[in-house]
């Protein structure tokens, strides 16, 4: 069911007051470090010093001016960030306090915000089994609120999910390097070649999202289930010590397969859960990135 009007502001401002306390007290610096922009510019010409590189002389001014110049250079700070959300059935479980679907908008509003206050551009693509939505990059605070928004107001769909579509879309309509944030629960297959195709045009991470209750069943009898995509019913005998085993076995394949598809490809990931706080993970991605960028957090 869509979410009502006065409910839905109630959650865009509840996420907007929580992600603007985080980004101001934990994650616009590391946000503007993590990233690189898009290349350099030239920025300014000044007299050469001592332990200036010689290859950055400037000959021509140089020449004018009688003594040497080099040329310096800055960082094209400016970023695109696009999100790519997952909304079919299944990210509308959520069995403690937040479903998928409003992890998601949590984790798209912190960063997103982070983008702003950086002078990014942030856009997004919702998508089932087809595009359902594709908002084009925009610069301002009300671009975030509206990725927000549009997120959790996604009418709950009996689709399924297509993420190699979707990779396939952002490809096309984001021609310039960008930044992609996949958020799904990944319960799909035969993603991997656009996977690929995506992460080495774009700097693409995926965030994969899990409710403790896809990794583990409690022994709670015998439990009549409906498949959220595609409205399938059936029971299960969750009072069977081997049924819970080969359902928290196979949760634990699918996990294990996905880490390795990830790890295979070098996409960065951020594992977000919907029963546990996701400032951690979001510390231990940037973390990771400026090590390897050879920063401090």
Not at 120 to 128: A, E, P, Q, R, T
Not at 182 to 203: Q, T, V, W
Request: proline share 4%; hydrophobic share 40%.
């Amino acid at each position: 069911m869509p979410v009502q009007p006065s409910e839905l502001m109630k959650q865009v401002r509840r996420i907007r007051i929580a992600t603007a306390r985080l980004v101001t007290e934990q994650f616009a610096g590391a946000y503007h470090s993590a990233f690189r922009g898009q290349g350099i510019e030239f920025h300014e010409v000044r007299e050469y010093q001592a332990g200036d590189d010689i290859r950055t002389i400037d000959w021509n001014v140089t020449a004018r001016m009688g003594r040497p110049f080099v040329k310096r250079f800055a960082e094209e700070r400016e970023l695109t960030l696009l999100f790519l959300a997952d909304i079919s059935g299944s990210q509308a479980f959520g069995s403690r306090n937040r479903t998928k679907a409003e992890r998601t908008a949590e984790i798209t509003g912190l960063l997103a915000l982070s983008a702003a206050l950086n002078q990014d551009k942030v856009g997004l693509i919702l998508f089932s089994d087809r595009i359902v939505r594709y908002l084009k990059p925009a610069r301002s605070r009300t671009a975030v609120l509206r990725l927000v928004r549009e997120v959790l107001a996604a009418e709950e769909t009996r689709h399924g999910t297509d993420i190699a579509g979707a990779l396939r879309f952002a490809c096309q309509v984001q021609k310039r390097r960008a930044i992609l944030f996949l958020i799904s629960d990944f319960m799909d297959h035969e993603f991997e070649k656009p996977l690929l195709y995506a992460s080495r045009r774009h700097d693409l991470i995926a965030c994969p999202i899990v409710d403790p209750r896809e990794e583990e069943l409690p022994p709670a009898g015998l439990l009549e289930c409906q498949d959220p995509e595609t409205g399938r019913t059936f029971w299960l005998d969750a009072t069977s010590a081997s049924v819970r085993h080969r359902f928290r076995e196979a949760a634990r394949d699918r996990q294990t397969r996905l880490d390795a598809l990830f790890a295979r490809l070098g996409i960065d990931t951020i594992r977000i859960r919907t029963d546990e706080p996701f400032a951690a993970a979001l510390h231990a991605f940037f973390a990771k990135r400026l090590k390897r960028l050879g920063k401090g957090l």
